[in-house]
């Protein structure tokens, strides 16, 4: 019985075995068909270029030595297809230029001046800057160490009279660049 269905099995794997094969076996008669194909055209391309090869030496045995040269010398010059589309190319961009934008150069030279205008009213003005920065610190060190001795007096007060309460307490001056920000700072702690 054992022996009946390990039979069957074999069948079944053979008969899958079979199945296979006949698709690979098909598919290599397709490729073996393409290649016969590709074979049987590339003998007909290169018999056909053996002929126009032969035409052509045959055209180039009838030319005289003064045309050999010149075909020799014109051989490697580009196509006339070329030239048009150099042609066009370089027509392309003398239109631009010329009708394009005929005001381009006086358009720019007016642009020329005012960034030269506005070059020097900057530059004016970065020494205006630099002036009022140097008026400012020297105004500054004028009253900024008086500003910070009246603080830390009134910060000292400020300070003796928390500890007489047992506190602690101090004042003094936030600086910051804008001076708009400058600020007396109160600064308490409770015990």
């Not at 027509?91 to 005929?102: D, S």
Request: proline content about 2%; overall charge negative.
């Amino acid at each position: 019985m054992e022996a009946e269905i390990h039979r069957i099995e074999a069948n079944s794997e053979v008969d899958g075995y079979k199945a296979d094969n006949r698709e690979i076996e098909s598919s290599l008669a397709q490729k073996e068909a393409e290649v016969r194909d590709w074979t049987n055209r590339h003998k007909a391309k290169r018999a056909e270029h053996g002929q126009q090869h032969e035409a052509a030496q045959r055209l180039i045995s009838d030319v005289s030595d003064e045309e050999k040269e010149m075909i020799k010398q014109y051989s490697g010059l580009p196509t006339t297809e070329e030239l048009d589309d150099k042609i066009t190319a370089i027509n392309a961009r003398l239109n631009l230029m010329a009708e394009g934008n005929p005001n381009a150069i006086k358009a720019f030279e007016k642009r020329e001046q005012e960034i030269q205008t506005l070059i020097s009213k900057l530059e004016s003005i970065v020494e205006r800057l630099e002036t009022n920065r140097a008026l400012i610190t020297e105004i500054r060190e004028k009253w900024e160490p008086e500003l910070d001795a009246l603080v830390a007096r009134i910060s000292d007060g400020f300070s003796h009279n928390f500890e007489q309460i047992g506190c602690a307490g101090q004042v003094g001056v936030y600086k910051d660049e804008d001076f708009e920000k400058w600020s007396i700072q109160i600064m308490v702690r409770f015990r």
